[in-house]
């Protein structure tokens, strides 16, 4: 999946740090350190990185805590 976006964007001159990687916070994960150590990858490429539906779920301030996204997408019931 990396492979075929960095490729894609280099075809048509499309910068990186236009491209956001999300993952939602309300599904349960087993391991939010192969998470995290993801989502710095793809930071490293040059992409951001966003949390979706935060406040939500499983993860809480622990997501947080061991990473720092770009932006952070708040659950509805936490605006509300």
Partial sequence: CIRST???AKAHNFPLSQLIFET???EHLDNNHHLTNIL???QEFGFK???DDFGAGYS???LLADF???LI???MALVR
């Fill in 68 to 70: 720092q996204p770009d």
């Fill in 24 to 26: 939602v916070e309300s």
């Fill in 40 to 42: 710095r990858e793809y």
């Fill in 60 to 62: 809480g301030l622990t």
């Fill in 6 to 8: 960095l490729e894609s």
């Fill in 73 to 75: 997408k708040l659950d």
């Fill in 49 to 51: 990185t966003a949390i």
